[in-house]
Nanobody
Framework: QVQLVESGGGLVQAGGSLRLPCAAS????????MGWHRQAAGQQRELVAD???????EYADSVKGRLTISSDNAKNTVYLEMNSQKPEDTAGYYC????????????WGQGTQVTGSS
């Protein structure tokens, strides 16, 4: 089992910045990718950014150039750097980890809320 704990959410002004860490613990080995997803009220959960164990990244078009995903493999932690905050970034942000053993396992954190203000 892998446990994921997100933190860093809160209120952020339009144009401001925020950094969300997600720490993995437990049997946190053979993790091949981690990512951040978000879910706004009344909306489906969507992928924001993804990073593989070798550092390849992928971003949703709506956040390219503003959000950056990075990882510290030694700490089993992935970060989402949010810059130039927009009101539409308001959502619950959820961390995901993909573990590859005999088969693929997917784990999710409890989420952290980011609320933009004008």
């Amino acid at each position: 089992q892998v446990q994921l704990v997100e933190s860093g959410g809160g209120l952020v002004q339009a144009g401001g910045s925020l950094r969300l860490p997600c720490a993995a613990s437990g049997s946190a080995f053979s993790i091949v990718a981690m990512g951040w997803h978000r879910q706004a009220a009344g909306q489906q959960r969507e992928l924001v950014a993804d990073i593989t164990s070798i550092g390849n990244t992928e971003y949703a078009d709506s956040v390219k150039g503003r959000l950056t995903i990075s990882s510290d493999n030694a700490k089993n932690t992935v970060y989402l750097e949010m810059n130039s905050q927009k009101p539409e970034d308001t959502a619950g942000y959820y961390c995901r980890a993909d573990q590859r053993l005999q088969r693929r396992y997917e784990y999710w954190g409890q989420g952290t809320q980011v609320t933009g203000s004008s």
